[in-house]
């Protein structure tokens, strides 16, 4: 294995969430091998996407348009609002087909050690949301995590005053788990069984 652009790819490769050096010395190899059948191809579609993918400037989500197919489909529940830390949270959701209302996407969870705090996320573009539209209901869907644990306290006494339902997940969420690697029937009990906080 030599060549600095080998190396190079192989880096990159191995920065990407789930994969380290090994790993990306096997898809490097795989890619160089399969280039008409695999790296073309992708190499097209992350260019289309780079070129293409933007953030919803309403829910913070991503589509080919702003604001995004969800926020505009005229047969989701305008009243009902889902607020989820991160967009692959929405997709988890949404692939397990448990909301039909609009979302809210923080970009985060309130972390000391981290540096976040409530400015670098999306709370108050969400405050504003909630009172400049007819939303009757906020599901809290965040990771049931230390961090995610206190954003939900300080959504919730950021959000009381506002006179709107407020609701966390239920059964099904275990302590520490995240919303991406849950399977859809505990992601499908975990939203029927939500309270009311």
């Known amino acids: 294995m030599s060549g600095s652009e080998i190396q190079r790819l192989i880096q990159y490769l191995g920065k990407l969430p789930g994969l380290g050096p090994r790993s990306g010395r096997r898809l490097a190899l795989h890619l160089l091998k399969k280039r008409e059948q695999v790296m073309r191809p992708l190499i097209e579609a ?6 293409t993918i ?3 400037q309403r829910c913070y989500g991503l589509d080919t348009q702003d604001p995004c197919t969800l926020c505009t489909d005229p047969r989701r529940d305008g009243a009902l609002l889902c607020v989820v830390q991160d967009v692959a949270d929405l997709w988890a959701l949404e692939r397990a087909s ?4 609009k979302y809210h996407v923080l970009g985060g969870v309130l972390s000391a050690i981290d540096g976040m705090g409530p400015n670098q ?7 504003e949301r909630i009172q400049k539209t007819g ?3 906020v599901v809290l869907a965040l990771n049931a995590t ?3 644990q206190t954003t939900i306290h300080y959504l919730i006494d950021r959000l009381q005053p506002l006179g709107v339902s407020l609701s966390t997940l239920a059964h099904g969420v275990p302590i520490g788990g995240e919303l991406d690697y849950l399977d859809d029937g505990t992601l499908n009990t975990a939203f029927t069984a ?4």
């Open 146 to 148: 230390i961090d995610g």
């Open 121 to 127: 996320l999306t709370i108050d573009t969400l405050v």
């Open 135 to 137: 939303i009757k209901e």
């Open 98 to 101: 448990v909301f039909r209302g």
């Open 194 to 197: 939500r309270r009311v906080v």
């Open 46 to 51: 992350l260019q289309t996407a780079e070129a």
């Open 54 to 56: 933007k953030t919803c």
